[in-house]
T-cell receptor, first 108, second 112 residues
């Protein structure tokens, strides 16, 4: 069973395109996290949200609690955005469930 | 600067040998986690610890062991009982429930 589902698995975009990555989850959550993993393997947290919308630079994350769905948007994509984006949900019991990730490649 | 350190970044071991992966954090976080990442799969929880001297098995604990003698340290031992140990291992911590999870840089273990 997959508590967190992401789509698409792979995404190739031209520089400048608007990108959307989707995440659906089936468990009760305390917060949803969007993570970025670069080829070296290290993971950084982009957003943590439990309602509404957050924006950081060209990145926007939204969550709909009723529909158990979140989206990560990248505006004006750039080759340096190429990475794996992972959706994770934190349960009230301090456990985390992870999606399999979306591999994004932005072509110049 | 606060953060999580994992060492080494790359580790090679012969089949049948136990190996210990280091994870240290200076964030004063109570909860620490070990995950395993394989190609095409999401992170899977090996062990987690909510507090010093206490830890719980995750989804794939077989063949692994941990200790939590200090708040800052949560080492993971990959034993010879782990059938397929070659993977990327990530350590993480959080300050408390509902907080952001911080990740270490990871250790890539290859068993030859």
């Amino acid at each position: 069973k997959n508590e967190v589902e992401q789509s698409p698995q792979n995404l190739t975009a031209q520089e400048g395109e608007f990108i959307t990555i989707n995440c659906s989850y089936s468990v009760g959550i305390s917060a949803l996290h969007w993570l970025q993993q670069h080829p070296g393997g290290g993971i950084v947290s982009l957003f943590m949200l439990s309602s509404g919308k957050k924006k950081h630079g060209r990145l926007i994350a939204t969550i709909n609690i009723q529909e158990k769905h979140s989206s990560l948007h990248i505006t004006a994509s750039h080759p340096r955005d190429s990475a794996v984006y992972i959706c994770a949900v934190g349960s009230t019991g301090n456990q985390f469930y992870f999606g399999t990730g979306t591999s994004l490649t932005v072509i110049p | 600067d606060g953060g999580i350190t994992q060492s080494p970044k790359y580790l090679f071991r012969k089949e049948g040998q136990n190996v210990t992966l280091s994870c240290e954090q200076n964030l004063n976080h109570d909860a620490m986690y070990w995950y395993r990442q394989d190609p095409g799969q999401g992170l899977r929880l090996i062990y987690y610890s909510q507090i010093v001297n206490d830890f719980q098995k995750g989804d794939i604990a077989e063949g692994y062991s941990v200790s939590r003698e200090k708040k800052e340290s949560f080492p993971l031992t990959v034993t010879s009982a782990q059938k397929n140990p070659t993977a990327f291992y990530l350590c993480a911590s959080i300050a408390g429930a509902g907080n952001e999870q911080f990740f270490g840089p990871g250790t890539r273990l290859t068993v030859l």
